[in-house]
């Protein structure tokens, strides 16, 4: 659960940097960010044979 705030905290942060002075359409930002998600999950999946969501990642790289 902590490193799961610490990932948003540092995920919010660099979105903020990003795209500070700049107009951003949030829903494209969204989109984006699921979408890297996505590709970055399909690749893992890949690799492993079986469908990766996060809460497996977390189960199988910290024991929960």
């Not at 795209?19 to 930002?29: A, H, I, R």
């Not at 996505?38 to 199988?60: E, H, K, Q, W, Y």
Request: no cysteine; charged share 10%; glycine share 8%.
């Amino acid at each position: 659960m902590l490193l799961a705030a610490v990932l948003r905290a540092v995920q919010m942060t660099v979105t903020q940097k990003m795209t500070e002075g700049k107009v951003m359409d949030s829903g494209l930002l969204t989109t984006i960010q699921l979408s890297t998600v996505a590709v970055i999950m399909g690749i893992l999946s890949l690799f492993t044979g079986i469908i990766i969501n996060p809460f497996f990642l977390l189960r199988r790289l910290f024991g929960y």
